[in-house]
């Protein structure tokens, strides 16, 4: 329910037809418009269902769930816009515009994320029990946290990333990072990573999958000691593992 001191918003269907970005990724009903006035950074809080994030146009923020809207609630603190859901089960879809926010925090918990080519300064997403997935996502700073969910990253675009989860597994596909530090207690840890200059990948009982841009790394054959520093002999990376001796583990050249 929108209380006394919420942003004034107006209903989609009075929205431009640019606007209406959330038509583009199969949105359906009517939603909510938040004008920007200010707003730099958007805190989200979800209890149970999903939460997914695309890119928009114009100068606002737009807000839909498929539940109950009166469940769904929003106001600004400064420049900080708060948005909080208590719908079980319910999705809450939301369309932020390139490049105008400073961070965007999503607690989700147990729901699951997903974050779908969104230019933004610093993304921190934690969550119980939910997957996240994100998709070509350019930040300065990307953090995800999960404690048994999987988590997917594809074609992201980062200085620094990173991943954490304690029974889950994190594989990223096709991304850019300057610094990668992912750990998972008995997760599978499968990454494709391009321009890193640092990385380091720590597991308790499973396994670790790293794909560097070719001439990076030669292929290697796993020591039998508990901590294994690379050689100096991978082009300026600094590449650490962390691993029990029994885990299987594998550094390539890929692209």
């Given at each position: 329910s929108r209380a006394a001191d919420t942003t004034d918003v107006v209903l989609e269907e009075s929205l431009p037809a640019q606007d209406q970005t959330a038509y583009d990724y199969g949105y359906e009903g009517d939603g909510f418009w938040v004008p920007l006035e200010g707003i730099r950074a958007v805190n989200v809080q979800m209890v149970t269902g999903a939460v997914w994030v695309s890119a928009g146009d114009g100068g606002g923020i737009f807000l839909r769930t498929d539940g109950d809207e009166r469940l769904l609630h929003w106001e600004q603190n400064g420049n900080t816009l708060n948005i909080s859901s208590?719908?079980?089960?319910?999705?809450l879809y939301m369309a932020v515009p390139d490049d105008v926010l400073d961070s965007l925090t999503i607690n989700a918990?147990?729901?699951d994320v997903m974050i779908d080519t969104v230019n933004?300064?610093?993304l921190d997403i934690t969550t119980v029990t939910g997957d996240v997935r994100a998709g070509w996502v350019n930040a300065a700073e990307i953090t995800v946290k999960t404690t048994s969910g999987d988590v997917y990253l594809d074609g992201l675009t980062t200085d620094s990333l990173n991943v954490s989860t304690a029974s889950g597994d994190v594989e990223g596909l096709s991304s850019s990072a300057r610094v990668l530090e992912a750990k998972s207690i008995s997760g599978e840890l499968e990454m494709d990573l391009l321009g890193a200059e640092r990385i380091?990948?720590?597991?308790?009982?499973?396994?670790?999958?790293?794909?560097?841009?070719?001439?990076?790394c030669p292929p290697r054959t796993p020591p039998e000691q508990l901590e294994a520093p690379m050689?100096?002999?991978?082009?300026?990376v600094d590449l650490r593992l962390l691993f029990a001796p029994s885990a299987a583990w594998r550094v390539q050249d890929y692209f």
């Open positions: 208590r719908g079980g089960g319910d999705t918990s147990p729901a933004i300064n610093t380091a990948l720590e597991t308790t009982s499973g396994s670790i999958d790293l794909s560097l841009e070719a001439g990076s050689p100096g002999d991978c082009r300026g």
